[in-house]
């Protein structure tokens, strides 16, 4: 996994932004990943069934976990690595990045575009609690050394292909980069056959 | 054959020296820009105990958001145990605070995870949103006045020797 991470990134280091994909060490599962001087991202895939396990288990019914696991879930990474080298501060906003599928271009769904629809939805108070902290922040502040995990929801189908525009300030500007033909998990999910 | 293995020699020492770096320079403790009144709270643990912030004045706090589900929180609880043990001795005080799980959800974390300091329970979420964090982990530092002065988001080591001396740095002087 390692060498392939290694063959993946060496192939860009030349460029100011690498970008990079590969199978992620600790998932085991494919990821797409920005470095900057500054920065890096990384989304990890997850599978629709890690996320129905996840939401299962913090008070989610059935049809509002399939909701979310049917909506194209990724770990995302996202660190200010500018300690090492000249510190800044880093910023984002999610409702600046365009998700691009096909020729159509929209917005990330957010923590607060969710909350109004588990509002509508009736869903129990520790379930939202755990939702809500278990998504990357709308908005971010990162000092150097700083950094988050966080689920990162497209509201695409399963198996969905997709190009996402990401956006951040630093070092006084804004900065911009392009993640192309991330692959959204297919959804494998197989009921128990009684004997 | 020897050019590619010299090629890969050549980047197995770069990504090693560029994960020894980040490791090392990852210990940041980022400082406000002023000091501000840490908002007061009442929580209790996981036997019970009442716990306020106001208890603790005269003391550096080291306040911790966290769930036992977030990756991060995990990895810095070991070294926060660590920082725990090698500082209160000097009037240093770690709590942990659990955001939105219950008391059995932590009991399970502990199973794996040696904790001594007082994890408190914040089950409504109610502290972390005064505080206004917007991802976990979050660690404020809180200094013997009752004023946060930094502001840590994602883990770091807490054991780390000069994160610990600047954290004795905020102690009053004898």
């Known amino acids: ?195 | 054959m020897s050019g590619q293995w010299n090629t890969f020699v050549v980047v197995v020492c770069a990504w090693l020296f560029a994960a020894s770096a980040v490791t090392a320079a990852e210990q940041t403790l980022p400082e406000l820009p002023r000091p501000i009144e840490a908002p007061n709270f009442e929580l209790v643990d996981l036997d019970g105990g009442l716990h306020k912030l106001t208890d603790y004045r005269g003391k550096v706090v080291v306040l911790n958001f966290w769930a036992t589900w977030c990756p991060p929180c995990r990895y810095e609880m070991p070294s926060m145990q660590r920082g725990w043990e090698a500082a209160r001795a000097d009037g240093i005080v770690f709590l942990g605070v659990n955001v939105g799980e219950d008391a059995d959800s932590v009991f399970i974390f502990l199973a794996d995870y040696s904790v001594e300091f007082p994890l408190l329970l914040d089950k409504d979420a109610t502290v972390i949103k005064q505080y206004q964090v917007v991802g976990l982990p979050t660690t404020f530092i809180i200094d013997p006045q009752g004023r946060i002065t930094h502001r840590v988001v994602g883990s770091r080591e807490w054991d780390d020797a000069a994160l610990l001396r600047e954290l004795r740095g905020l102690l009053p002087k004898p």
């Open chain 1, 1 to 195: 996994m390692v060498l392939a991470e290694l063959a993946a990134a060496q192939t860009t280091i030349s460029t100011q932004t690498a970008i990079s994909t590969g199978v992620d060490a600790d998932a085991g599962l494919p990821f797409w990943e920005i470095r900057e001087s500054g920065m890096s991202l990384r989304l990890v895939q997850r599978l629709p069934d890690q996320t129905r396990a996840f939401f299962l288990a913090r008070g989610f019914a059935r049809a509002d976990v399939d909701l979310i696991a049917q909506g194209c879930v990724f770990q995302t990474i996202f660190k200010n690595t500018s300690q090492t080298d000249k510190p800044s501060v880093l910023e984002y906003n999610l409702r600046d990045w365009k998700v691009q599928v096909a020729d159509a271009v929209r917005g990330l769904k957010t923590r607060e575009d969710w909350a109004a629809q588990w509002a509508a939805r009736g869903v129990p108070q520790p379930a939202k609690i755990a939702f809500e902290w278990a998504l990357l922040p709308t908005r971010q502040v990162y000092n150097p050394g700083d950094y988050n995990w966080g689920m990162s929801v497209f509201d695409l189908p399963p198996d969905s292909h997709f190009d996402l525009e990401v956006i951040w300030q630093q070092y006084g500007s804004r900065h911009t980069a392009v993640l192309k033909n991330i692959h959204c998990a297919p959804d494998v999910s197989v009921e128990a056959e009684l004997p």
